[in-house]
């Protein structure tokens, strides 16, 4: 087999290189046998790892983890027989070699002994599950978001990796791009002043049509695609538009709105808690003509208990969408789609010293910290109990828009006060044979 | 919390229409029975309204109300009924949030098809009552594979504990996926019971389901633990971190031995472990040490750091960082210059993370005698991160002894760490002799000065020994400069000392400084300046004019353009009124219009006419299409000319008629593109 870092570009090698000599000196000094969860040494001490799920989002980060000469990927794992192949030849073709293995099931992926990690991207209603599975098998995790379907479902997660000394990296990865630290290192020294208001933007969820049920193509395990989500007839409207439905995910609000929940998160310092009150107003799609069930626009507010607002807005186009923190000196602001931030005072921009051309879909430093915890047993910067409560805050502003009123929520005994309706809508029964 | 909440929803709410279905009266019962009976045609390829009413009318209704009562009457009919499979899914979904004692009978008759249970345990999941859980156990019984499975996750997601004798038959059963799923589902629920009947039956458990019910076992310590039953929970993790369990399991318990132990117990524990043969229980216990709720784990982990090794010290250095309690600094500090450079950066890098002013001279030490360029960097940085004046001090304290490249960093730390006090010794700096030294200096004074600097500056700037240093010294005089709001006091100190500048070059760099500045007094003079003597300053005048940021320079320069002799220079200075005129939105429509005429005749290159039709497509004005129209046509802009029009057709298709249909006429006529031509027919068409 050709040797897997032979076939890296220049600059990501160069990105290795700052990499070990920045955050991740540790390998230089530890043992191989610190590596996995069960002290599995991987051969040449690398870090074995596989993915699940091969959609368009894995595609586009697995060259990020095959930049690092310390991961080799070796495996891959689709119920879509086209995506398998697909992921195959992608990993085959990076490595110059044909020794990636293919699974349909992940439970056989996750019974290898050989694998140390697993990168999961799935779509939501796979997230959370999976990564139960892969903890249980001892599987260190770095998944993509949102991270979890329910609110049940994120706290399982959270107590699962806590409980095993799982290494897990939510795929949250503004944490560690350059132009989104600058802006949570303003925010938190108080260069804004007194944060107040964190404002955050995404884009208008479309109205997916209905379109006929179809048999399902050869090759898709449907089945597996459905995953928890009650059994329902093949209709490629969902299938392709799975995030638009409240069976496989809540919308744009927790599918991009939860990077900037985290965010937001991450700023205040609030990793282990969150807000108490929830309001806001959405409009939803015509139900006489239309399939799907999100909300197409929206505005939603949640308070923490120092007074401290998050607004959400569904509003605009894709590329409008934005997080802004406001304080009583000023605001900073990044726009996701160019990566650019802005502020007032425009002060605040001299502040910016190291200047990073990586914006956020550039993963290969998140997946850099992923690399030091899993050679540390530390914590990454996105571990799991900060992945949930991120992801719990967008989860409550969809319920509190779906149910039509405000929410007051306990973020200690992670329950709404006075609401029985929204207490029970906090899980969902699981189709078998999955289980948390 | 009542009166704030109250606040809170006056501000959201103004400006808000109320949520659909909200503020409309409550249905009658003979609306919800029709509305229900056309949702039980459902199909996902059809209509969803009668199914979003539903929802409507659930909104409106509270638990207990008799609209709620209504609601599920009519769901429990029409699932007794014949509603579609799909109207089936879209009821369960909606008694999973409405759903009481009166729907179970119609539920529990789903449990028992294998094609519904699922729906029903949907349905089933968080009924308040307990009269769900026996429907639940009740199924048990009756069905088989992947339909009782669906039954013990629901039953173990409730926590049932009367369930467990039943999870305990099925977890020694011969189906392996039910008898998994029982012993995960005990796990869920916890408890005693749950627990000691993982454990007599993993003694016989075939291979495959021990790792599941130890799994189990170690959810069960955990549950111990949050439930305030530390002495369970620490019995169940000692009996599971026996040598012969396998290692996954032994790295869970000890975390949950380290984690749930009282006092300093957990410390102890996790500081033997420090030395435990095996790495992957080493650094498990070691990683434990941030969440160690012991105040004194910090001390007594900073205490074994130094005799600890590379590979331990590493991971301790690690995990105190994270632990974030500064009485872990001065045993990090002295790490800062070990030999070992992994140790080094680690120690550096945590004493960054603390923040504390007091590591400042520790730092700058390490930053003085690096050895490497990686030491010297996490140094700096680390400097970066620490908070309080008298770090800034620290620094300049050193930059006096400090020479060569270090004294450059040293300056751009001020820089980075906006320390505006130390703006008298970076002025000082700035007058050094070395070039270089000097010109970071000048680097930082732009980053820290504001207002009351800028006379200061502007003395140093014309003092300057050496002319490398004018670009640097004249950024910081503008960006200080910048800060002062009145337009009229922020060129006065500039100005003044232009007045009386003797040399040529300082009155060049002060025209420079003005040139970015903009307002009156400061144009005035730069237009004297275009009248001046000597050919450089009127020059250097003139192409300053050219790219001045206001409009109020279009009239002088279209003089001056008319009057050089430079063809350079004049073309310079249309391009420069061009754009101009591109954004003077509030300059009176005649003067714009007759200055883009003399402009477009100064300068007649493709160039300038490309300016010009951008600057009038992007702001149209009356007669701007006169401008246009000759253009259309014209083989260097022609495509360029037709979309201007068309886009000034646009704007102005209602208020001038005439010139409109002229140019579009000419635009049908003469644009290459198709697309182009149809839009003008358009257009054309809209005006008749």
């Known amino acids: ?436 | 919390m009542k009166a704030s909440l109250s606040i809170f929803r006056l501000l959201v709410l103004a400006g808000f229409v109320a949520m659909p279905g909200q503020a409309a009266p409550p249905p009658q019962a003979a609306e919800v029975e029709t509305v229900v009976r056309q949702a039980s045609g459902y199909t996902i390829e059809g209509s969803r309204e009668a199914l979003a009413q539903i929802e409507a009318f659930i909104r409106q209704s509270r638990p207990g109300d008799a609209l709620r009562h209504q609601i599920e009457l009519q769901l429990v009919t029409a699932l007794g009924g014949t509603a579609t499979a799909d109207a089936r899914g879209f009821i369960c979904r909606s008694l999973w949030m409405i759903g009481t004692d009166r729907s179970i009978p119609v539920l529990e008759r789903m449990l028992l098809r294998p094609e519904t249970t699922h729906l029903a345990c949907y349905a089933l999941l968080n009924y308040p009552s307990k009269t769900a859980d026996t429907a639940l156990r009740r199924a048990l019984d009756h069905c088989e594979g992947s339909a009782r499975i669906a039954v013990i996750n629901t039953l173990g997601d409730r926590r049932d504990a009367r369930a467990v004798p039943q999870f305990g038959e099925l977890a020694r059963g011969q189906d392996l996926a039910v008898a998994e799923a029982a012993a995960v589902a005990l796990g869920r629920i916890g408890g005693f019971a749950a627990a000691d009947t993982l454990e007599r039956l993993r003694r016989t458990a075939p291979e495959a389901l021990k790792l599941v019910m130890a799994q189990a076992l170690i959810q069960c310590a955990q549950r111990f633990a949050h439930e305030g039953e530390p002495a369970k929970a620490t019995a169940l993790y000692q009996r599971l971190f026996q040598e012969q369990e396998p290692i996954r399991i032994r790295q869970a318990a000890l975390i949950g031995l380290i984690g749930s132990a009282v006092g300093g117990a957990g410390t102890d524990l996790a500081l033997r472990m420090v030395n435990e043969p095996n790495p992957a229980l080493r650094a498990v216990a070691i990683a434990q040490i941030p969440s160690l709720k012991d105040p004194n784990a910090t001390r007594r982990f900073a205490g074994i750091l130094a005799g600890a090794g590379p590979e331990r010290q590493v991971l301790i250095i690690e995990a105190l960082s994270q632990r974030e309690d500064p009485a872990a600094r001065p045993a990090l500090e002295a790490l800062m210059r070990e030999t070992n450079s992994a140790v080094s950066l680690a120690a550096i890098r945590a004493v960054g993370r603390f923040a504390e002013a007091a590591s400042a001279t520790a730092l700058l030490q390490v930053a003085s005698s690096a050895p490497s360029a990686d030491q010297l960097n996490a140094a700096l940085a680390a400097l970066r991160q620490l908070s309080g004046n008298s770090v800034n001090q620290a620094v300049v304290k050193t930059l006096k002894a400090t020479q060569g490249p270090l004294l450059i960093q040293l300056i751009d730390l001020l820089a980075d760490r906006r320390a505006v006090e130390t703006v008298p010794v970076l002025l000082e700096t700035a007058a050094s002799p070395e070039v270089e030294v000097a010109k970071a200096a000048f680097r930082a004074l732009a980053s820290v000065c504001g207002p009351t600097h800028v006379e200061a500056l502007v003395a140093l700037l014309t003092t300057l020994k050496h002319p490398g240093l004018s670009p640097e010294a004249e950024l910081a005089v503008t960006k200080a400069a910048q800060q002062i709001q009145r337009t009229e006091l922020r060129t006065s100190a500039i100005l003044a000392a232009y007045k009386t500048a003797g040399s040529l070059s300082v009155r060049l760099a002060l025209l420079r400084v003005l040139g970015g500045m903009g307002g009156s007094e400061a144009l005035e003079t730069v237009q004297a300046a275009t009248q001046a003597e000597d050919p450089a300053l009127r020059e250097a005048a003139a192409r300053l004019l050219a790219t001045w940021p206001e409009a109020t320079a279009v009239k002088p320069l279209l003089k001056l353009a008319a009057g050089t002799q430079d063809p350079t220079l004049r073309l310079l200075m249309v391009r420069g009124v061009l754009r101009m005129l591109g954004k003077a939105e509030n300059l009176p429509s005649g003067e714009r219009l007759a200055a883009y005429r003399t402009a477009m005749e100064l300068g007649q290159g493709a160039q300038e006419k490309r300016l010009a039709l951008s600057g009038l497509a992007e702001a149209p004005f009356p007669g701007a299409l006169e401008l246009v129209h000759p253009l259309i046509g014209d083989p260097e802009v022609n495509a360029e000319a037709c979309l201007a029009a068309l886009r000034i057709a646009r704007a102005q298709l209602n208020t001038h008629k005439d010139p409109v249909k002229t140019a579009l006429d000419k635009v049908v006529q003469s644009a290459t593109d198709e697309k182009v031509r149809e839009q003008a027919r358009e257009l054309a068409r809209q005006l008749q």
């Open chain 1, 1 to 436: 087999m050709a040797n897997p870092s032979s076939s890296s570009s220049p600059r990501t090698r160069r990105h290795f290189l700052r990499r070990l000599t920045q955050a991740a000196a540790f390998p230089l000094v530890l043992p191989a046998s610190t590596l996995g969860l069960g002290g599995a040494v991987a051969p040449n001490n690398r870090i074995a790892m596989a993915t699940l799920g091969v959609g368009g989002r894995a595609m586009a980060i697995i060259g990020h983890f095959m930049a690092f000469p310390e991961i080799q990927m070796r495996a891959v794992c689709d119920c879509r027989a086209d995506r398998l192949e697909a992921g195959r030849a992608a990993v085959n073709a990076h490595y110059q070699s044909q020794d990636c293995q293919t699974h349909r099931d992940f439970r056989e992926l996750l019974s290898r002994p050989d694998l140390d990690a697993v990168f999961i991207a799935t779509g939501v209603r796979w997230h959370g599950i999976a990564s139960i599975f892969a903890a249980n098998a001892g599987k260190d995790i770095y998944c993509e978001k949102p991270v979890t379907l329910s609110l049940a479902e994120g706290r399982a997660l959270a107590d699962t990796c806590k409980r095993l000394g799982t290494v897990y990296q939510a795929g949250h990865q503004r944490r560690s791009v350059d132009s989104y630290r600058f802006t949570i290192e303003v925010a938190r020294r108080g260069l804004l002043g007194r944060v107040r208001t964190i404002q955050m933007q995404v884009w208008e969820g479309p109205a997916i049509k209905p379109e006929p049920v179809v048999p399902v193509p050869q090759g898709f395990d449907y089945d597996v695609w459905l995953g928890q989500a009650p059994w329902r007839p093949f209709s490629w409207a969902h299938v392709n538009n799975f995030m638009y439905f409240w069976d496989f995910s809540d919308g744009v609000i927790t599918e991009m709105g939860c990077h900037y929940t985290d965010l937001m998160q991450f700023g205040l310092k609030t990793d282990h808690t969150g807000p108490v009150e929830f309001e806001g107003k959405a409009e939803f799609p015509d139900p006489k003509t239309t399939y799907s069930e999100t909300p197409l626009r929206g505005e939603v507010r949640c308070r923490y208990s120092n007074g401290v607002v998050g607004l959400m807005q569904q509003k605009g186009r894709f590329e409008d969408r934005f997080i802004r923190f406001i304080g009583d000196d000023g605001w900073i602001q990044v726009d996701d789609q160019t990566d650019q931030v802005t502020a007032e005072p425009k002060s605040l921009l001299g502040l910016r010293r190291q200047f990073s051309n990586k914006g956020w879909a550039d993963t290969g430093d998140h997946i850099g910290d992923f690399i030091r915890a899993i050679r540390t047993r530390g914590q990454p910067v996105a571990h799991p109990e900060s992945a949930h409560r991120a992801n719990s805050i967008g989860q409550i502003m969809v319920l509190c828009l779906r149910l039509g009123r405000p929410l007051r929520w306990d973020p200690v005994g992670e329950k709404f006060l006075g609401d029985e309706d929204a207490n029970r809508l906090r899980s969902r029964a699981i189709r078998p044979p999955w289980h948390l």
